[in-house]
């Protein structure tokens, strides 16, 4: 079975799973990523992930 692509989707919305607003405390690493979640598969790329 195929799965279709949803590169215009983001992590966030394909997973319909809501994670916390990074906090004062997280690291810049956690910040990446949960900003990451929001943008479209798609747009991801090596520099976009590089913390």
């Known amino acids: 079975m195929t799965h279709p ?3 215009d989707r983001s ?3 394909l997973e319909r799973e809501q994670w916390p607003a990074p906090s ?6 956690i910040a990446t990523a949960l900003a990451l979640r ?3 598969i798609g747009e991801l790329t090596v ?3 590089a913390c």
């Open 5 to 7: 692509m949803h590169r």
């Open 11 to 13: 992590l966030h919305e």
């Open 24 to 29: 004062a405390d997280d690291t810049r690493l």
């Open 38 to 40: 929001h943008r479209p």
């Open 47 to 49: 520099e976009a992930c």
